[in-house]
């Protein structure tokens, strides 16, 4: 029910505009004949601008929009200076004839709208234009218009048409009213146009796909020639065909376009930007071809700029047509006059400059290129308004009506003339090439006799080097050894000298023992004779006795002491004298002992306030080991003495509270026997552990190691005797050596 008062209201609402505003409408056009075109006087239509595009047929046939119509100031069709984007127009159409009115109203435009009032107020909307969807155009799809809408009149019938012109590139407008014959469009423009149009695109498609075949097979011999030489020229060809390749089928597929009208049309437009590129890269490939740059340096700068221009002008032109901006058509036209005059003009006059050139290869590209530019400039630059020559003129209307047929034809010549030019290039290579090869095999065979004659002289060279090297490394040898000796014998006396001076404090101890007993049992002889010498009854027998007990005693005890100096001067020997590594059964408790023993007085001897703390911890169920003693006694000697050296260097660092303490303990672990001294000095660095079994590897100061201590002692335990030696450490806390030393050995 709302629905049906609503296109109630509608219908009185236009009625009554409508019947409102007849006083203001233009005069009715009378359609007199439906045969013919017909072109409505300006005095039977009128204008409406709409400046924002936002006005609604609603609102434009309602006060105050309807009294704004106007037919003054009007300007027939051609280029817009007012910026107005949409117009309306309105009129009104009668037929006055005695039969019905085929007629078809159309107009050459982007976007337009029909709103057709009839005569019982009802009204029509219908869309149309060049730009609008396949499927959303009304009316007769035709192919030269942008769209007709056939509409029939009977006989007195009356009709209102607004139109809504909406012009998207805004540099054109058209002011003209339409009214054509139906059937005569149908006639011409489906029946007519397809049986001439489609034997036209069979030849021109077949002619097309001719040229596409030529322009793809230029493309991969460039880039083949490219790939295989490196030059730009070849590169800025083959982007030059494919361009146009791309232009062509914006040909090909216009043509379908305009044969069948599908909705590929807003597509294939974008195709023509392939323009913009051509002139550029063919500027490029005559330039580098020519190599213009070093010849006119200034023409060549010229040429370089009105490329340059020419894509700026393309890109900039298309880019402001689909933001439809109005200044869109100032940098179409200007990439227009440099594509087609300005450019060809220029790569025809290069070409005049090289034509004579005694490069053949020159001569075969300006004879290619001066046609086709040629024909360019010709077409486009006698074509331009105020041009006027009639003698000519025929002949130009033959290139216009053939111009994609001469523009083929010079295309396939200047495609020719690059491809024979590739060949020559091609056969230039490979006779550089050939030449290249001989001259390889030659310059081998030259560097094959060079090097067998440098190989020989060298042969000799190294021959005399490695004898003298040779002999200088026998003396080098020889020399190595004998230092090597003397650094051994030197470790030895350095080891002997710290035995010399533990013995001397040790031996000093029983020898004072000795001259002290001997000094008092003089003196109890002494006194023994005085009392021997007194009359028989004045002498004391107890006082005899126990002066010779006395004597008796001291003379054990220097008996005593003597056999321990004696012991002591044989172990010396012992130590000293080289026993070839004889091994005998051996106390290895009273070996380490000795040696704890020899080492801390042989400090003490060296150093005055050395002192330090000694422990020890022997298994006393240990038996006696088959050893080298002397050996053994030099390795403990050698341990004993690092240890005591390390808490003295800890001692004189002046760690309040420390107490320097060196440890020795033997214990039996399965078939061996194991010896560990520890102290509690500097420790090991970490980053030195695994030197420090190394010749000649020492932490001592200079001076005073010969870092051969530790690796004689290394080679006596394992290789002498089949043993280990270890270590165990904490840099700037403690050290740990321990010797394993197996029964049999």
């Given at each position: 029910m709302i629905r049906i008062l609503t296109i109630c209201l509608l219908i009185l609402l236009c009625n009554t505009v409508h019947l409102s505003a007849q006083n203001n409408f233009p005069?009715?056009?009378?359609?007199?004949?439906?045969?013919?075109?017909?072109?409505?006087?300006?005095v039977y239509w009128q204008k409406l601008e709409d400046k924002a595009g936002k006005w609604t047929f609603e609102e434009v046939?309602?006060?105050?929009?309807?009294?704004?119509?106007?037919?003054?100031?009007?300007?027939?069709?051609?280029?817009?200076?007012?910026?107005?984007?949409?117009?309306?127009?309105?009129?009104?159409?009668?037929?006055?004839?005695?039969?019905?009115?085929?007629?078809?109203?159309?107009?050459?435009?982007?976007?337009?709208?029909?709103?057709?009032?009839?005569?019982?107020?009802?009204?029509?909307?219908y869309r149309l234009g060049w730009l609008r969807k396949w499927e959303e155009r009304a009316g007769l799809k035709s192919i030269d218009w942008a769209g007709a809408l056939p509409i029939t009149l009977k006989?007195?019938?009356?009709?209102?048409?607004?139109?809504?012109?909406?012009?998207?590139?805004?540099?054109?407008?058209?002011?003209?009213?339409?009214?054509?014959?139906?059937?005569?469009?149908?006639?011409?423009?489906?029946?007519?146009?397809?049986?001439?149009?489609?034997?036209?695109?069979?030849?021109?498609?077949?002619?097309?796909?001719?040229?596409?075949?030529?322009?793809?097979?230029?493309?991969?011999?460039?880039?083949?020639?490219?790939?295989?030489?490196?030059?730009?020229?070849?590169?800025?060809?083959?982007?030059?065909?494919?361009?146009?390749?791309?232009?062509?089928?914006?040909?090909?597929?216009?043509?379908?376009?305009?044969?069948y009208r599908q909705d590929l049309f807003k597509y294939v437009e974008y195709l023509a930007l392939a323009w913009t590129f051509i002139p550029f890269f063919l500027t490029q490939f005559i330039r580098y071809f020519f190599g213009v740059k070093s010849r006119y340096p200034k023409w060549d700068k010229f040429l370089y700029g009105s490329a340059w221009l020419n894509v700026l002008s393309g890109v900039a032109g298309i880019g402001l047509t689909l933001m439809n901006m109005s200044i869109s058509g100032i940098f179409h036209a200007a990439g227009a006059l440099l594509a087609f005059i300005i450019i060809p003009f220029s790569l025809v006059f290069t070409s005049f400059l090289y034509i004579k050139s005694k490069n053949k290869s020159f001569r075969y590209i300006a004879v290619g290129a001066i046609p086709l530019m040629s024909f360019y400039f010709i077409t486009t630059a006698l074509?331009?308004?105020?041009?006027?020559?009639?003698?000519?003129?025929?002949?130009?209307?033959?290139?216009?009506?053939?111009?994609?047929?001469?523009?083929?034809?010079?295309?396939?010549?200047?495609?020719?003339?690059?491809?024979?030019?590739?060949?020559?290039?091609?056969?230039?290579?490979?006779?550089?090439?050939?030449?290249?090869?001989?001259?390889?095999?030659?310059m081998a065979k030259e560097k094959e006799i060079e090097r067998s004659e440098l190989i020989a002289a060298q042969k000799i060279h190294l021959e005399t080097e490695v004898a003298e090297r040779t002999a200088e490394l026998k003396v080098s040898l020889e020399n190595l050894k004998a230092t090597q000796s003397q650094l051994i014998q030197s470790e030895k006396m350095a080891s002997l000298g710290e035995l010399t001076a533990g013995i001397a404090h040790e031996i000093q101890n029983p020898l004072n023992f000795?001259?002290?007993?001997?000094?008092?049992?003089?003196?109890?002889?002494?006194?023994?004779?005085?009392?021997?010498?007194?009359?028989?009854?004045?002498?004391?027998k107890a006082l005899e006795d126990d002066l010779l007990n006395?004597?008796?005693?001291?003379?054990?005890?220097?008996?005593?002491?003597?056999?321990?100096?004696?012991?002591?001067?044989?172990?010396?020997?012992?130590?000293?004298?080289?026993?070839?590594?004889?091994?005998?059964?051996?106390?290895?408790?009273?070996?380490?002992?000795?040696?704890?023993?020899?080492?801390?007085?042989?400090?003490?001897?060296?150093?005055?306030?050395?002192?330090?703390?000694?422990?020890?911890?022997?298994?006393?169920?240990?038996?006696?080991?088959?050893?080298?003693?002397?050996?053994?006694?030099?390795?403990?000697?050698?341990?004993?003495?690092?240890?005591?050296?390390?808490?003295?260097?800890?001692?004189?660092?002046?760690?309040?509270?420390?107490?320097?303490?060196?440890?020795?303990?033997?214990?039996?672990?399965?078939?061996?026997?194991?010896?560990?001294?520890?102290?509690?000095?500097?420790?090991?660095?970490?980053?030195?552990?695994?030197k420090i079994f190394q010749p000649f590897f020492t932490t001592k100061p200079t001076g005073e190691g010969t870092g051969l201590g530790l690796s004689m002692s290394y080679d006596i335990i394992t290789k002498g005797h089949g043993g280990e030696l270890k270590v165990e450490t904490s840099e700037g806390e403690y050290a740990v050596f321990s010797i394993i030393l197996p029964f049999k050995t």
């Open positions: 005069p009715v056009y009378e359609i007199k004949t439906d045969t013919t075109k017909q072109v409505l006087d300006s046939i309602r006060e105050p929009l309807s009294a704004k119509f106007h037919i003054q100031g009007v300007k027939p069709d051609g280029i817009d200076t007012t910026g107005i984007k949409t117009n309306w127009l309105r009129y009104r159409l009668r037929n006055t004839m005695q039969h019905d009115a085929r007629i078809s109203i159309t107009q050459p435009i982007d976007f337009f709208d029909l709103y057709i009032i009839k005569q019982d107020g009802k009204a029509l909307h006989p007195g019938e009356e009709i209102t048409v607004y139109e809504r012109r909406n012009e998207s590139k805004k540099t054109y407008h058209a002011n003209s009213v339409y009214i054509v014959s139906t059937d005569q469009l149908i006639q011409e423009q489906y029946i007519n146009y397809l049986d001439s149009r489609e034997f036209y695109f069979a030849n021109f498609h077949l002619q097309e796909a001719f040229i596409l075949g030529l322009i793809f097979i230029s493309i991969l011999v460039s880039l083949f020639f490219y790939r295989a030489v490196k030059e730009k020229v070849y590169l800025f060809f083959a982007f030059y065909a494919f361009f146009l390749a791309i232009n062509r089928l914006y040909n090909i597929t216009g043509a379908y376009t305009q044969l074509q331009q308004p105020g041009i006027s020559l009639f003698s000519i003129q025929h002949f130009l209307n033959f290139l216009e009506e053939n111009f994609r047929l001469i523009e083929m034809i010079l295309l396939c010549w200047l495609l020719v003339c690059f491809i024979r030019v590739l060949i020559m290039r091609f056969e230039i290579l490979q006779k550089e090439n050939v030449n290249q090869a001989l001259e390889k095999e030659r000795v001259n002290n007993f001997s000094e008092v049992s003089n003196e109890l002889i002494e006194e023994l004779k005085t009392e021997k010498a007194k009359p028989e009854r004045e002498r004391d006395d004597i008796a005693q001291n003379l054990q005890k220097i008996n005593h002491h003597g056999k321990r100096a004696d012991s002591i001067v044989k172990g010396m020997l012992q130590h000293s004298r080289n026993s070839g590594g004889q091994k005998e059964l051996t106390d290895i408790n009273n070996l380490t002992d000795e040696c704890l023993r020899l080492s801390f007085h042989g400090m003490r001897a060296k150093d005055k306030s050395f002192n330090s703390k000694t422990e020890t911890s022997f298994d006393e169920s240990l038996p006696k080991i088959n050893i080298a003693s002397q050996e053994i006694g030099r390795v403990l000697l050698n341990l004993f003495t690092n240890a005591f050296y390390s808490v003295s260097q800890k001692r004189k660092s002046g760690i309040a509270g420390y107490d320097p303490v060196v440890s020795v303990a033997t214990e039996k672990i399965g078939d061996a026997v194991k010896i560990s001294i520890k102290d509690n000095g500097m420790g090991v660095p970490q980053k030195v552990l695994d």
